[in-house]
């Protein structure tokens, strides 16, 4: 029986204009209406932590939050793990990390969307406390055209 593979070292740290090359590359394996450089230049002022595999030289994912202070409410915008490693925990790690970003601007609440076809997603969410507080269809004959929007205290 093989030795399972290592898993790699999650570093957590913000976002460089550098980063932003590797952060479209996995965005556009992750997801099909897709950010362009503009969107993730005008973030980097914004909640914007990549998750990076030091030994490897490469990110593994990122997340982009933002915050109003008038609701105390943060958003996740986006959040991405390339294929090569996800299920490793690194989206959770990502998570974690901009969750302790928000409380540390004291914001109590944070807020996302997710595509009701996404389950996948939507589990890792529930998982990290996130409830669905309504769903919202654009279209009624569509699945693929409904989103959850999903709440979770700080």
């Keep these: 029986m093989p030795l399972p593979l290592p898993q790699p070292q999650v570093a957590i740290r913000a976002a460089t204009p550098e980063d932003l090359p590797q952060v479209m590359e996995i965005e556009s394996l992750g997801f099909e209406k897709r950010w362009g450089h503009f969107e993730f230049k005008a973030s980097l002022e914004d909640i914007f932590l990549v998750a990076e595999d030091r030994e490897a030289g490469r990110l593994m994912g990122f997340i ?3 915050c109003c202070r008038l609701t105390r409410r943060g958003m996740i915008l986006r959040l991405a793990v390339h294929p090569d490693y996800r299920r490793q925990g ?5 998570l974690e990390a901009a969750f302790e970003e928000l409380r540390r601007l004291g914001l109590s609440e944070v807020v996302l969307d997710v595509d009701v076809v996404k389950g996948g997603a939507q589990k890792l969410y529930e998982e990290v406390g996130f409830q669905v507080a309504e769903v919202i269809s654009l279209c ?3 699945e ?4 959850y929007v999903m709440r979770r205290p700080l």
């Design 64 to 66: 982009v939050a933002c």
């Design 140 to 142: 009624q004959e569509d």
């Design 90 to 94: 690194v989206a959770r790690a990502l």
């Design 144 to 147: 693929e055209e409904s989103f």
